[in-house]
Nanobody, 133 residues
Framework: QVQFVESGGGSVQPGGSLRLSCAASGFPLPGYAIGWFRQAPGKEREEIACISTDDGSTYYTDSVKGRFAISRDNAKNTVELQMDSLKPEDTAAYYC??????????????????????????WGKGSQVTVSS
């Protein structure tokens, strides 16, 4: 059973940094991608970054480009999200998910022309990030 556990959130002042970690388990084969999403109160969940665990290809949404960096440690089955130059609008609950390019479920990531899909309910419990002065 695929599972995700997020950690590393907290409170920080604008301009500060935080590092989130996603521990993914239960994937039977290589070739999957991991994505980070966030959801602010009253807003829809949005994808902000994803990474291929095979070749390290990455995607970032425009609002975090140049400030956030996603990386993977395949030996530990973790994906990190380094967040720098944080802004109040980055305040949200952050979630990770993942899946294969198998065209079942919900597409969340396109890397090198391939779409990756997560199964319904395949989310961690989230990690809260609050950016405030």
């Amino acid at each position: 059973q695929v599972q995700f556990v997020e950690s590393g959130g907290g409170s920080v002042q604008p301009g500060g940094s935080l590092r989130l970690s996603c521990a993914a388990s239960g994937f039977p084969l290589p070739g999957y991608a991991i994505g980070w999403f966030r959801q602010a109160p009253g807003k829809e969940r949005e994808e902000i970054a994803c990474i291929s665990t095979d070749d390290g290809s990455t995607y970032y949404t425009d609002s975090v480009k140049g400030r956030f960096a996603i990386s993977r440690d395949n030996a530990k089955n973790t994906v990190e999200l380094q967040m720098d130059s944080l802004k109040p609008e980055d305040t949200a609950a952050y979630y990770c998910t993942g899946g294969y390019p198998l065209y079942t479920g919900f597409r969340f990531c396109v890397l090198n022309g391939a779409g990756y899909f997560y199964e319904q309910g395949h989310w961690g419990k989230g990690s809260q990030v609050t950016v405030s002065s």
